[in-house]
């Protein structure tokens, strides 16, 4: 206690008012609470089952510590204010000059600054443990493992049916149509009880021109010769669109033994961590999903890897090797505390079937509700999933999929019997599935939860986000403090009724303008509040010893809460002259484009410009506030 008496006798004496403004002994304590909630962070996902639930990213939020936050942030501020604001002396500006109201200011703005971001020290935390305990090169080594062995957990039937191939190289080159109604029953084609496969090969045209609504032109040739579309693809830029035309059916009977669900047909990637998890090429291709042709790529060569990587295990026929892969894979899973009753042994005799390796047997993703029927369509809380279901219209139906004179894609009603007469004597698919689902389970969306978390922690930038709220919002609380400071309560509460008062009056203004004289245009509002906002800037300036003090303060004060709002006013008039000229020059033209403005081109820097102009207008601003303060009472 002697130490702090010392040191703020020193202050006292030399720094009077750094004294008063507490920001020493406000800086440590906040110091101190950022380092306990740094501490936080860290040790708040030591159990990697606090990874396992969608957007770990946000617990912050979502587990309550954000209430916390408030509350000691709120406490901080009421009890600095507490000590501030009892020293009349320094209320009167004794001793004081515009630079130290404008240095004050900045203390108002630091102090509480520092008060409300502890979210950045808990986030630190959190990232500097992930990157501790997750680190890239254990990462990598594991994806790439959970990877090679995913083909093998079999828990949906449809990542295992013919589709699914690309390996060897014919079955990425060749287009695989599924859509019963455009199977040509005189060539070659493939049947699994409901199911029709045929794969053709392909031939591609690029369209450059664009029609008057902004879409491609469809290939006129293909458009009267009624040839069937495969699918599209767009460029990066937006420049261009590459079809894909069927040329000819090929018969792959060579490399296809078998059409029942096999180990063989599995191309699915279950995390990725640039082209996003659980992604399977054939679907982003032919729903044209992604729009990167670099990230589409990457994907293919990804699940061609997985394709071929699986076949060659299988190809090897040697049962201890598949064994000691998923015992690495089990460790793996024990390591980050995944739920399952898997063991290597019995797991490889599920798998084991030398023949064509069929998949024979299911494992469910999770434990089902006692008394209820094992979904797997449904998560472990009893959602269905929104992801499930895979299977998908490879025909990429669409405007520009002509398949007659009037661009209609006309679908003849196809009886399954014409293609499998056996079909009645089968099993269907989703049978099967049930049939043949064991008492083995492994949560994969805990899995997935955990690595999509981990990267997310890695990757996110939470500080560029939200540092910028937290700048307007120190901001707004300084500027209301400062008022408060060098004005007095009444001043404070009367500008808080008058803003309000003003605000209806202007509303209602506008709204009358609009029904009686007809004007509806935003810039006319736009107008009237930039008029409003710059009379009650002037009128101090101009009439300071011609209105009542009590008037100027009011004034003066919605003008220092006020001012950043003007700013934004005028960049958004300008914004909006720029996105009105863009969309007539786009109608004369005859053409689409998105029009963007100041407001799009800067992004956040408009932020930090807008607080900038407002920190230099408070510095030269702060000369008047002792002007007006020397007015007699």
């Known amino acids: 206690m002697q130490k702090i008496n010392k040191i703020n006798q020193y202050l006292l004496e030399r720094y009077p008012n750094i004294w008063n403004t507490r920001i020493v002994w406000m800086l440590l304590l906040g110091l101190i609470i950022h380092l306990i909630f740094f501490f936080i962070g860290f040790v708040s996902h030591s159990s990697p089952g606090t990874l396992q639930h969608t957007m770990a990213v946000d617990d912050y939020f979502t587990s309550g510590l954000i209430f916390v936050h408030v509350i000691i942030s709120v406490l901080m501020i009421v009890g600095w204010l507490v000590f501030m604001l009892k020293n009349n002396a320094f209320k009167n500006f004794y001793p004081s000059s515009g630079k130290k109201l404008f240095f004050e200011f900045i203390q108002y703005f630091i102090i509480i600054f520092v008060s409300t971001t502890f979210y950045f020290s808990y986030m630190s935390g959190f990232k500097v443990f992930i990157n501790y305990k997750y680190d890239d090169e254990k990462m990598e080594k594991n994806i790439g493992l959970i990877n090679r062995v995913s083909p093998f957990l079999s828990q949906e039937l449809e990542l295992y049916t013919l589709e699914n191939r690309i390996y060897p190289k014919v079955f990425s080159d060749y287009y695989c149509e599924t859509d019963i109604n455009k199977i040509d029953k005189n060539q070659k084609y493939f049947v699994y009880h409901d199911r029709v496969y045929q794969f053709y090969s392909l031939y591609e045209k690029t369209a450059t021109k664009k029609n008057r609504i902004g879409g491609f032109e469809y290939p006129k040739q293909e458009k009267q010769n009624r040839v069937s579309l495969a699918y599209y693809e767009d460029s990066t830029d937006g420049k261009k669109r590459t079809y894909h035309f069927k040329k000819q059916v090929e018969d792959l009977s060579a490399y296809i033994k078998s059409t029942l669900p096999s180990y063989y047909n599995y191309s699915n990637v279950f995390y990725d961590v640039k082209n996003n998890p659980s992604t399977n090429y054939r679907r982003y291709r032919y729903d044209n999903e992604m729009s990167n042709a670099e990230d589409k790529d990457a994907l293919k060569q990804q699940q061609i890897f997985i394709n071929e990587n699986t076949s060659k295990i299988l190809d090897g026929k040697n049962p201890k090797e598949l064994e000691k892969l998923l015992q690495d894979f089990l460790n793996v899973s024990k390591e980050f505390d995944i739920r399952n009753n898997l063991n290597a042994k019995d797991w490889t005799a599920m798998v084991y079937h030398p023949d064509n390796f069929e998949v024979k047997s299911f494992i469910k993703k999770f434990i089902p509700i006692k008394g209820q029927e094992y979904d797997p369509n449904k998560s472990q809380d009893g959602y269905y999933n929104g992801d499930t279901d895979i299977s998908v219209d490879s025909a990429a139906v669409g405007p520009d999929n002509y398949l007659n ?35 083995y389970y492994y949560y994969t969306a805990d899995l997935k939860n955990l690595l999509e978390n981990v990267d997310a922690v890695k990757t996110k930038d939470f500080f560029t986000e939200t540092i910028h709220i937290c700048i307007w ?72 010893k011609r209105v009542s003090k009590l008037v100027s303060s009011i004034l003066m004060l919605m003008t220092i809460n006020a001012f950043p709002l003007l700013i934004w006013l005028i960049l958004g008039i300008i914004n909006e002259y720029q996105t009105a000229d863009c969309r007539i020059a786009t109608e004369l033209a005859g053409t689409y484009t998105v029009c963007k403005g100041l407001f799009e081109d800067l992004g956040i820097l408009l932020s930090y410009l807008i607080l900038i102009c407002s920190l230099v207008f408070l510095y030269f601003y702060t000369s008047f506030i002792k002007k007006w303060k020397a007015l007699p009472e």
């Open 405 to 439: 004179e009037n661009g209609e894609i006309v679908k003849d009603t196809v009886n399954v019997k014409d293609f499998n007469p056996n079909i009645d004597n089968e099993v269907s698919p989703a049978d099967y599935f049930k049939k043949n689902i064991t008492e």
């Open 473 to 544: 919002i120190a901001f707004s609380l300084a500027a209301f403090i400062f008022g408060f400071r060098v004005t007095n309560l009444r001043s404070l509460l009367f500008s808080v009724v008058s803003s309000g008062v003003l605000i209806l009056a202007v509303t209602l203004f506008c709204v009358v303008a609009a029904f009686v004289f007809n004007v509806n245009s935003r810039f006319f509002v736009f107008y009237t509040v930039l008029i409003v906002g710059i009379i009650i800037l002037l009128i101090p300036f101009l009439m300071l």
